[in-house]
T-cell receptor, first 111, second 114 residues
């Protein structure tokens, strides 16, 4: 039982390149979330998905797109990466009483 | 909309000393409240949660928190800190609607002196 897995763990991109961050869960939760974490700014919600087939914007969605491929998988795409998107990205899933379970994170650097 | 404030950015305590991390929230009704811990290079791990009942809740690793509605607070405490408690701590608030979205505080970094 891996819980929440994220790939890749590390990534370096050049400005303008695209990439997709993958998240998968084996806990059968409906809600999935993508956050970014920057020093001194806590976690900021990028996008979330309340259930398979639905996605909604969070606090900082600009420059990102998401796909809820099925109940298990929720991907985050950067179409044209910018240095301001250098961050640590966390995927999380929602529990039965709204607590969240987090993946290990993806550390992204955009040069 | 809900919000969370963690007034202390950084706290240093000696090993064996007691600890209290502050959290204040803003929400009209009774919220769901959480404390998470993040060790360097790791994701967040749930320490404890409150959503109803006894206002003093116990969590993992010897932590507890008390919900005080009159003060809109949910402070985290530990009677005796261990060096392994050094980490970043996040308070979060959620409602029972809106896809369970949580709002996180900016975090408090705990340093433990030997």
């Amino acid at each position: 039982n891996a819980g929440v897995t994220q790939t890749p763990k590390f990534q370096v991109l050049k400005t303008g390149q695209s990439m997709t961050l993958q998240c998968a869960q084996d806990m059968n939760h409906n809600s999935m979330y993508w956050y970014r974490q920057d020093p001194g700014m806590g976690l900021r919600l990028i996008y979330y998905s309340a259930s398979e087939g639905t996605t909604d914007k969070g606090e900082v969605p600009n420059g990102y797109n998401v796909s809820r491929l099925n109940k298990r998988e929720f991907s985050l795409r950067l179409e044209s990466a910018a240095p301001s998107q250098t961050s640590v990205y966390f995927c999380a899933i929602g529990g039965s009483t709204d607590e969240q379970f987090f993946g290990p994170g993806t550390r992204l650097t955009v040069l | 909309a809900q919000s969370v404030t963690q007034p202390d950015i950084h706290i240093t305590v000696s090993e064996g000393a007691s600890l209290e991390l502050r959290c204040n929230y803003s929400y009209g009704a009774t919220p769901y409240l959480f404390w998470y811990v993040q060790s360097p290079g790791q994701g967040l791990q749930l320490l404890l949660k409150y959503f109803s009942g006894d206002t003093l809740v116990q969590g993992i690793k010897g932590f507890e928190a008390e919900f005080k509605r009159s003060q809109s607070s949910f402070n985290l405490r530990k009677p005796s800190v261990h060096w392994s408690d050094a980490a970043e701590y996040f308070c979060a608030v959620a409602t029972n609607t809106n896809a369970g979205k949580s709002t996180f505080g900016d975090g408090t970094t705990l340093t433990v002196k030997p």
